[in-house]
């Protein structure tokens, strides 16, 4: 069984400091990993995925994630924020098998102040 | 990149009446679609799995004769809310999985979603 957790319902930074979103996942398998987001009234957009190579992913818009087997964690960062940046972002699991579904942690909301 | 369309966008109906929602693959062949719901401040929650060319695998607590789930061919899925109540309200959005670059990592491509309010 998989799970994820989003440790932060809400996060608040100011524009040009580091963001921090905490993801723990738990996985009988060897997971693949992944974080979306999801502006206001828009599509959920692919930031970046883990699938067994390099533990220290790089996605778009500067954002980059950490897989750590040994913390079950796979926290997003980004080094200074962009008030663009403002959206409910999703940590997302899944196990690899054929067929599965992803498997959604319950979303982050980062503010971005100027 | 791989891009899905959803249609409508946006639908507003009565209580008691049927709608219908598609889910398309725009560039690619899409062997394995999903659905989720999404309620708002919420995280997404996986209603079914819809398969082409066989019956769509639905998650527990999902009523499959209210949430009918169509995969007719390799591009397009329907999500069919029968017999709508306001209850049903919500954000529906599709997913598709692109079975060329289906790479261990289950990349799948999301539809910018359905809003659906019952009145």
């Known amino acids: 069984a998989q799970s994820v957790t989003q440790l932060d319902s809400h996060v608040s930074v100011s524009e040009g400091t580091p963001v921090l979103l905490r993801c723990n996942y738990s996985s009988s398998y060897s997971p693949s990993l992944f974080w979306y987001v999801q502006h206001p009234n828009k599509g959920l957009q692919l930031l970046l995925k883990y699938t067994s190579a390099a533990t220290l992913v790089k996605g778009i818009n500067g954002f980059e994630a950490e897989f750590k087997k040994s913390e079950t964690s796979f926290h997003l960062t980004k080094p200074s924020a962009h008030m663009s940046d403002a959206a409910e972002y999703f940590c997302?699991?899944?196990?690899?098998?054929?067929?599965?579904?992803?498997?959604f942690g319950k979303g982050t909301t980062l503010s971005v102040s100027s | 990149g791989a891009v899905v369309s959803q249609h409508p966008s946006w639908v507003i109906c009565k209580s008691g009446t049927s709608v219908k929602i598609e889910c398309r693959s725009l560039?690619?062949?899409?062997?394995?679609m999903f659905w989720y719901r999404q309620f708002p401040k919420q995280s997404l929650m996986l209603m079914a799995t819809s398969n082409e060319g066989s019956k769509a695998t639905y998650e527990q607590g999902v009523e499959k004769d209210k949430f009918l789930i169509n995969h007719a061919s390799l591009t397009l899925s329907t999500l069919t809310v029968t017999s709508a109540h306001p209850e049903d309200s919500s954000f529906y959005i599709c997913?598709?999985?692109?079975?060329?670059?289906?790479?261990?990592?289950?990349?799948?491509?999301f539809g910018p979603g359905t809003r659906l309010l019952v009145l």
């Open positions: 997302v699991v899944t196990d690899n098998q054929a067929g599965t579904a992803l498997i």
């Open positions: 997913s598709a999985r692109d079975p060329i670059k289906g790479d261990v990592g289950e990349t799948q491509y």
């Open positions: 560039d690619f062949q899409a062997t394995t």
